[in-house]
């Protein structure tokens, strides 16, 4: 469960928000700046199409229009929804299909079908475009140097990351930039290798590099959510020396590591610091809040948390219901978790079946077989959630 809602705190590796892919993406929107006049048509034909062959078909036609293979959107959105219907023959396809095309001897637009097979898992496939730039007369610099190693973390290939970052620069005659180093340092913690990963941040300064909020909320989440919570302090400090700003990201990651250590009093003063700063909390801080009071028995501190993300307007994350529905039972406080309960199933909110069991087991101890008959039946009637609660008398 920590794995989880840590990974869901920076959003994952292959999000397109994510540092690596930010820019990547920023520096191919660059490299396609004029486009020509889009005609709706044909998009909305590969849009809303539903079969995944006819979606290749028209895709396929489609792309013998100039200003729609300029349109990275309805590729990105293409990719997606084969691989949704694991069609990855299709999306090979599709792409096999640019080299009909003027378009794969310009540099950003092969980074781009690079990075496309990288979201995929067809890493392979990523690799072979990028060995055959050459001989499409297309430049290889760092840009799709980096689209190569962003598919290698992609496809979570992180034993081959360190090998291509040492070797590929001096084939090609290119310096890797901070994006470069930020993707290895990605490819490092994904790997596991922490010591190796913060080691890099001396190696970027003497490459006269300087490491950027990226680089460091790479290094905070590895370190914090997973259990090394002085080494994510240390880069914690550093970052504030070095004056690097600091995002939502740096702090929820923070703020985890504060909970996962029981540090409720420390976790409320970080979280003052949010206003001061200008930081908007979000709905991962208050889970993360909910999760430290609720850890240490603050269950009247975690139910404001609680009150405090329906005020905001966010929709509750199901770990939220995790660790605050067995303290409430924990501390006896049973009303609670039965009115919650009921919110779960009226709001249609995400919760595990194994907790709900627990409040019922917890309801028909303290004499409330009413009350957990009631959550029984809700649970029941729902149509979105499929359990099948036992009361514990039964």
Not at 52 to 58: A, F, G, L, S, V
Not at 312 to 328: E, V, Y
Request: aromatic share 10%; hydrophobic share 40%; charged share 30%.
């Amino acid at each position: 469960m920590t794995s989880s809602l840590s990974r869901l705190l920076l959003r994952g590796t292959i999000s397109l928000s994510s540092p690596t892919n930010g820019r990547f993406f920023s520096a191919v929107t660059a490299a396609a700046t004029k486009t020509s006049q889009r005609r709706p048509s044909l998009i909305d034909l590969v849009n809303d199409e539903s079969d995944p062959k006819y979606i290749t078909e028209k895709f396929k036609k489609a792309c013998e229009a100039e200003w729609f293979r300029k349109n990275i959107g309805v590729y990105e959105r293409t990719v997606r929804r084969l691989a949704a219907a694991k069609k990855f023959e299709w999306i090979e396809e599709i792409l096999e299909e640019q080299n009909k095309y003027p378009n794969m001897s310009k540099e950003g637009f092969v980074a781009r079908i690079i990075n496309l097979y990288g979201r995929v898992g067809m890493f392979e496939k990523a690799q072979k475009v990028f060995d055959e730039m050459p001989e499409r007369n297309c430049k290889r610099s760092v840009l799709s140097f980096n689209a190569l190693l962003n598919a290698c973390v992609n496809c979570k290939k992180f034993d081959l990351v360190e090998g291509l970052f040492k070797d590929l620069p001096g084939k090609i005659s290119i310096e890797p930039d901070i994006a470069s180093y930020n993707t290895l340092v990605k490819g490092l913690c994904g790997k596991g290798s922490l010591t190796e990963a913060i080691a890099l941040i001396d190696e970027i300064e003497n490459k006269g590099l300087e490491p950027d909020h990226f680089t460091y909320n790479l290094l905070l989440h590895e370190t914090y959510t997973k259990g090394h919570f002085e080494q994510g302090e240390e880069i914690w400090a550093r970052m504030v020396e070095k004056n690097v700003a600091r995002s939502i990201r740096s702090y929820n990651a923070r703020l985890l590591g504060l909970a996962l250590e029981m540090k409720s009093k420390e976790m409320v003063d970080l979280f003052e610091e949010y206003e001061v700063n200008g930081i908007e909390p979000d709905v991962f801080t208050f889970t993360a809040l909910i999760r430290g009071c609720a850890s240490e028995g603050k269950v009247e501190e975690a139910k404001a948390w609680y009150k405090e993300i329906q005020n905001k307007g966010f929709r509750p994350m199901k770990f939220i219901f995790t660790t605050l529905l067995p303290a409430m039972c924990k501390a006896g406080d049973l009303e609670s978790a039965y009115e919650l309960c009921k919110e779960v199933f009226t709001k249609r909110l995400l919760v595990d079946e194994a907790v709900v069991q627990e409040v019922v087991d917890e309801l028909v101890k303290g004499s409330k077989q009413k009350e957990a008959e009631e959550i029984v039946e809700l649970a029941m009637k729902n149509d979105y959630l499929q359990f099948k609660l036992r009361l514990s008398s039964e």
